[in-house]
Nanobody, 123 residues
Framework: QVQLVESGGGLVQAGGSLTLSCAVS????????AAWFRQTLGKEREFVAG???????FYADSVKGRFFISRDDAKNTVYLQMSDLKPEDTAVYFC?????????????????WGQGTQVTVSS
């Protein structure tokens, strides 16, 4: 069973930075795409950023130029570096591993999820 554990969330002022980490328990998913989603109360889970097994990256328009996703397969870890944070970035952030090698922006394509980490940006 693949397990994902996120860390790095917290409270930050607008304009600040945070880096989220996602530790993946299994090496067997190295050929799968990984992604970060976020969710606020009453809303659907929203795609934030994704990275293919080969390292190609994709971003939601709302975070492009401010967020950076990366993966370190030697450490089985996926990262999300967030800068110039805005109050509208406040959400629970989830790491996910896809059933595919390519990134999709559809949550049901991701069978493996972490428990989520809260990011709160104050104005």
């Amino acid at each position: 069973q693949v397990q994902l554990v996120e860390s790095g969330g917290g409270l930050v002022q607008a304009g600040g930075s945070l880096t989220l980490s996602c530790a993946v328990s299994e090496r067997t998913v190295r050929n799968n795409a990984a992604a970060w989603f976020r969710q606020t109360l009453g809303k659907e889970r929203e795609f934030v950023a994704g990275i293919t097994w080969a390292g190609s990256t994709f971003y939601a328009d709302s975070v492009k130029g401010r967020f950076f996703i990366s993966r370190d397969d030697a450490k089985n870890t996926v990262y999300l570096q967030m800068s110039d944070l805005k109050p509208e970035d406040t959400a629970v952030y989830f790491c996910a591993i896809s059933q595919y090698g390519q990134v999709t922006r559809v949550a049901p394509h991701y069978p493996y999820w972490g428990q989520g980490t809260q990011v709160t940006v104050s104005s």
